[in-house]
């Protein structure tokens, strides 16, 4: 990609979220919505904007069915704002990166929470296996269950 139509993308991208945080008044977009990247084509003719919106499936929908009605509304106030020759026709897609990334943490937060489970169930089996089976070596719990405090040796090293 050039950089002639690096910065075009991102000038469009600037520009396109100061008219809806500005000038745009539909409910639909009351939300929070973010122009997270736009794709010019090598012509500049056309632009593919996506933006992400917080919230349900349905609150997504519906901020993109508003900014597609406002789509004319845009590209005539790109006009005035943006010195170009023309002025890309613009086309909105939801951006699924976002939600994406949402799904690959959640499935993180999965794993590393059933490791961490199948850990402190593997420890806490081990711990009582071990205080059972070494009677000769000094006691770490005490019939109470309670942590010993006193000098302990290590079960490699004898004191």
Not at 46 to 58: K, P, Q, R, T
Request: hydrophobic letters at 35%.
């Amino acid at each position: 990609m050039s950089r002639r139509i690096e910065r075009v993308n991102e000038l469009l991208r600037q520009e396109i979220s100061r008219l809806l945080t500005l000038q745009i008044k539909d409910p639909r977009l009351n939300g929070v919505i973010t122009i997270t990247r736009v794709s010019t084509s090598s012509d500049m003719r056309n632009a593919h904007v996506f933006l992400s919106a917080m919230g349900d499936e349905e609150t997504r929908q519906n901020a993109l069915a508003g900014i597609r009605s406002a789509a004319t509304f845009i590209r005539r106030e790109l006009r005035s704002r943006v010195s170009m020759r023309y002025i890309p026709f613009l086309s909105y897609d939801l951006d699924a990166a976002q939600q994406e990334a949402n799904n690959i943490l959640d499935i993180m937060d999965n794993i590393r929470h059933d490791e961490s489970s199948r850990a402190s169930a593997d420890s806490s089996s081990a711990d009582v296996s071990s205080a059972k089976d070494s009677n000769d070596s000094p006691a770490i719990y005490n019939d109470s269950g309670t942590d010993y405090t006193g000098i302990v040796s290590s079960p490699k090293r004898r004191n």
